[in-house]
């Protein structure tokens, strides 16, 4: 599994530009799903089993974008002024390794910051190493992401985009390891999600689920001087979503996923997130409104180039996703 | 300019006719919410070019045009009627207004501006203080809109009630290559789906949408797309261009949006749409094919009716076109004919290129 870890994490794929991981996880399901298929916005759907008994249809998300960087202006020495795609903090900006969908790579730079100050975007440009407009290999429009290896702590797994390829690690191998299920489940790696679950939201309308789960990253309380009050650690299990700032989760779903947990030993922590928005909220709202809730990965510095996760937490994650999806689901 | 260009020109030629009917869309008042004004110029234009014309709950002119050959493609063209603006909230004396501000307008620019109220335009101005009775520390200071007042004289103050629209008084002008007005955003993009609609296509139903309420969060166009149900979205709209050099610095402005002169900008990503890569290389295809100008407007803030479109049911490969127009939001906007004339000669061509395996296949780079 680690080694799909790895793979995942260094596929690049900001938002809208998806193209690269979804293939990548296309080839990973293909011999587990009964039927895959991708939409418009380029999320990929795969299916596994057919309503029997008490079986509903299920959908369960998990985002494949990731936040990244799209040029604006090429100046005529060739440096590379850049927008955010997603929420990009320019601290974590400056001295960044970044890789273009073309194959370009380059360095952030940054000037005419006072010190003490805090840089702004427009502090910041990408040098790719040419030296005038016309040998710059990139021109305005083009997307890159963050280029940074995956490191292995071993308790601890550290990335650039663990937001939310470890949610996509976790639906993967929930799609393997579900031997039986009465449900009709939908597995969709969504798009775009890092800029408003679009990609979530025209694929919750397509699959027009009965009850939905997302499957995402959220913060941790337990770093030296956390900013946000939050009870969620690295290492005490899966996350079960009480709330973020997108939805609150259906109670009854939530009440449902805490008892598979218990039943089943696996541990869990209960999560609440005054910032942040999931898929969870996309598929609440597809059409006439379903129960949605969310499982939730604990996560440290999200959004920089190295968010760290625990391994015992994505393992706990994967069985109670497994659990939730082979049996009946009690509302 | 090739020929083909050429052709398109004279075919889709902007001359006094159109600009009279820009000028009578600029000259309208439409404020978010009231698009009235607007609506009505429109219905009387696409009458007799359409199938099928329909106003629904919210507002929104719905017009479908089909074409007559095979494997049509549905491609749903959005243009928002309405503009930023002010709403009345109180009446304070028999002559004085409170007031409040549809959509994003910047309320340091107010004070001063001369103002139509209601549907009857009746004539206001938004008070200042004059310069003679200001101190130097408060000519520092902004004002806030809370503390201003329209001001519209007695009589005509009794005609005047809360909920009722207010825009800028500029008229509409022609000057050399250029336009003067308030509203071009987005009585260009109005002016250039009726003009579309005068020259349909075989191979297109043309699903156009006058929308409403973009200005305060795309609402008409999310309830138009969902009745179209298209195959492509194009939202065609009217973006700043902020062409203008640093005065008071050395350094490039390498943040202008957009320029002046170079046609129409073409969208990949603003606030609210990730444009479909398909749909964009396909604009730039038929701009080269062509020998169309067109910019890419740079990437970044903003949104436009695209932003729901895209979204709507199982998604819609999506784009958004725009005009480029200085001083956007404001009382007076300058723009290019030549800008519009390239815009919509871009947008016929690009449709007249539209096929079923242009939108084929998984959305890519």
Not at chain 2, 146 to 161: A, F, N, T, W
Request: proline letters at 4%.
């Amino acid at each position: 599994m680690k080694s799909l870890v790895q793979k995942l994490v260094e596929t690049p794929g900001p938002s809208g530009f998806e193209y690269e991981i979804r293939d990548v996880i296309r080839e990973a399901i293909s011999d587990f799903a009964d039927e895959i298929r991708v939409d418009t916005l380029g999320n990929l759907i795969a299916r596994k089993g057919a309503k029997s008994g008490k079986g509903v249809r299920v959908m369960v998300s998990a985002h494949i974008d990731e936040i990244g960087l799209m040029a604006t202006h090429i100046s005529e020495e060739g440096f590379i002024r850049f927008t955010n795609i997603g929420g990009i903090n320019p601290l974590t900006c400056y001295g960044g390794r970044v890789l273009f969908m073309n194959g370009t790579r380059g360095v952030i730079g940054m000037e005419g910051v006072e010190a003490g100050k805090t840089p702004k975007l427009s502090n910041l440009f990408i040098d790719v190493g040419a030296t005038s407009k016309e040998d710059c290999p990139v021109k305005v429009g083009n997307v890159c992401g963050f280029e940074r290896p995956f490191l292995d702590l071993g308790k601890r797994w550290v990335a650039k985009s663990m937001d939310d390829r470890i949610a996509a690690v976790i639906a993967i191998e929930a799609l393997k390891r579900i031997e039986k299920t009465p449900h009709e489940i939908f597995f969709v790696f969504s798009t775009q999600e890092e800029v408003g679950l679009r990609g979530a939201t025209t694929a919750a309308y397509g699959v027009d689920p009965d009850v939905g789960f997302a499957v995402d990253v959220t913060r941790s309380g337990d770093t030296p001087k956390p900013s946000a009050k939050m009870a969620t650690a690295l290492g005490d299990g899966a996350a079960i979503k009480v709330r973020d700032a997108s939805f609150i989760a259906d109670p009854r779903l939530v009440d449902f996923m805490v008892k598979t947990a218990e039943d089943a030993d696996i541990p869990y922590q209960l999560e609440v997130l005054e910032a942040g928005g999931t898929d969870g909220r996309a598929i609440q709202l597809t059409r006439s409104g379903v129960p949605a809730g969310c499982i939730s990965v604990v996560c440290r510095y999200i959004h920089s180039p190295s968010e760290m996760v625990d391994a015992d937490d994505v393992e706990n994650s994967i069985k109670l996703l497994v659990k939730l999806l082979s049996n009946e689901i009690v509302l | 300019m090739t020929k083909k260009t050429e052709e398109l020109s004279q075919k889709l030629h902007i001359g006094s006719d159109q600009l009279e009917l820009l000028e009578k869309l600029c000259n309208a008042t439409a404020v978010s919410g009231d698009e009235h004004e607007v609506r009505q110029i429109v219905m009387e234009e696409v009458k007799a070019l359409a199938d099928d014309v329909k106003v629904d709950a919210l507002g929104n002119v719905l017009v479908t045009k089909r074409g007559s050959g095979e494997n049509r493609v549905r491609v749903m063209l959005a243009a928002h009627m309405d503009e930023i603006g002010m709403m009345i909230v109180k009446k304070h004396d028999d002559d004085l207004f409170q007031f409040e501000i549809v959509g994003g307008i910047d309320e340091r620019q107010l004070p001063g501006k001369a103002v139509l109220v209601g549907r009857d335009h009746l004539p206001g101005v938004i008070g200042a203080k004059p310069i003679h009775m200001t101190t130097a520390k408060e000519r520092e200071n902004k004002i806030e809109t809370s503390s201003m007042r329209i001001d519209l004289g007695p009589d005509i103050g009794e005609k005047v009630k809360p909920g009722d629209r207010a825009t800028f008084a500029t008229r509409f002008r022609v000057v050399g290559p250029s336009i003067f007005a308030k509203a071009l955003d987005n009585r260009f993009g109005v002016a250039t789906l009726i003009e579309l609609l005068k020259n349909p296509l075989p191979n297109i139903d043309l699903l156009v949408a006058f929308t409403v309420q973009e200005e305060v969060g795309l609402r008409g166009a999310q309830v138009a797309a969902y009745t179209f149900n298209p195959d492509v979205g194009i939202a065609v709209d009217s973006t700043p261009a902020y062409d203008l050099p640093h005065w008071d610095e050395e350094e490039e402005n390498f943040q202008y949006n957009t320029k002046l002169d170079e046609g129409p900008a073409v969208y990949v990503m603003d606030r609210a749409t990730i444009a479909d890569q398909r749909i964009v290389r396909l604009f730039r295809e038929t701009a080269v094919e062509w020998g169309i100008p067109y910019q890419i407007r740079q990437p970044g803030g903003g949104g436009t009716d695209a932003g729901v479109i895209h979204k709507s049911r199982s998604g819609v490969p999506s784009i958004s076109i725009s005009v480029p127009s200085r001083y956007a939001h404001t009382a007076a906007s300058i723009a290019r004919i030549d800008d519009w004339q390239n815009t919509l000669n871009l947008i016929h061509a690009v449709l007249s290129n539209m096929s079923p395996d242009k939108i084929a296949g998984e959305r890519r780079d």
